[in-house]
Nanobody, 123 residues
Framework: QVQLVDSGGGSVQAGGSLRLSCLAA????????MAWFRRAPGKERERVAL???????TYADSVKGRFSISKVNAVNTLYLQMNSLKPEDTAMYYC?????????????????WGQGTQVTVSS
């Protein structure tokens, strides 16, 4: 059974940093597309960052230059390093995974999801 466990969220002031983690069980990150999405209160869930099976990355315009997605296959963990956080980054963050190396923008292409971890940024 596939399980993705998100952690690392918390409350920080604007300008601060957090690192989110997503530990996978029953599933390997090797050669798989992984992603981070987020849902802010009253808004649709949106894509934040993608990393494909070859290590290529894609970011939403709103987080470019501030966030960095990475994964360590040896420990089956996906990360999202978030720097220069802004109040508008406040959201529930979810990791997601696919069964192959290709990434897609839409959340509907991701069969596996973490439970989410809350990030709150105060001004």
């Amino acid at each position: 059974q596939v399980q993705l466990v998100d952690s690392g969220g918390g409350s920080v002031q604007a300008g601060g940093s957090l690192r989110l983690s997503c530990l996978a069980a029953g599933y390997t990150l090797t050669n798989r597309c992984m992603a981070w999405f987020r849902r802010a209160p009253g808004k649709e869930r949106e894509r934040v960052a993608l990393i494909n099976g070859y290590g290529g990355t894609t970011y939403a315009d709103s987080v470019k230059g501030r966030f960095s997605i990475s994964k360590v296959n040896a420990v089956n963990t996906l990360y999202l390093q978030m720097n220069s956080l802004k109040p508008e980054d406040t959201a529930m963050y979810y990791c997601a995974g696919r069964n192959d190396e290709t990434c897609y923008m839409s959340e509907s292409f991701y069969p596996y999801w973490g439970q989410g971890t809350q990030v709150t940024v105060s001004s």
